[in-house]
């Protein structure tokens, strides 16, 4: 099955930066990535969008992280990234990583999460 393999989490103090990656393997021949992204989750808190890309390179910010968080790919290796600056408390979350897939029908997959720290 396809596996996400996440990096880059930790902690930083507000104001700092931090970049996230996330790296897709056992894609099944057959089977194409449509677009891949983050979400977020903080505690007493919904899972949230943080920003997708498709594989068209369209790009979605959520408006809490818009201009401050950059999501780029690298298709040779099925990766996203996610570029984090000018960080704050608020930011504090597990973030996860999702992957979604088509052959016939389209498939989410989710990675693990990392979880990113924010201290003031």
């Known amino acids: 099955q396809v596996q996400l393999v996440e990096s880059g989490g930790g902690s930083v103090q507000a104001g700092g930066s931090l970049t996230l990656s996330c790296a897709a393997s056992r894609i099944s021949f057959g089977f194409r990535i449509l677009a891949m992204g983050w979400y977020r989750q903080a505690p007493a808190k919904q899972r949230e969008l943080v920003a997708t890309i498709t594989s068209s390179g369209s790009t979605n910010y959520a408006n809490s992280v818009k201009d401050r968080f950059t999501i780029s790919r690298d298709n040779a290796e099925n990766t996203v990234y996610l570029q984090m600056t000018s960080l704050k408390p608020e930011d504090t979350a597990v973030y996860y990583c999702?992957?979604?897939?088509?052959?016939?029908?389209?498939?989410?997959?989710w990675g693990q999460g990392t979880r990113v720290t924010v201290s003031s």
């Open positions: 999702k992957l979604t897939v088509v052959g016939i029908l389209e498939h989410d997959y």
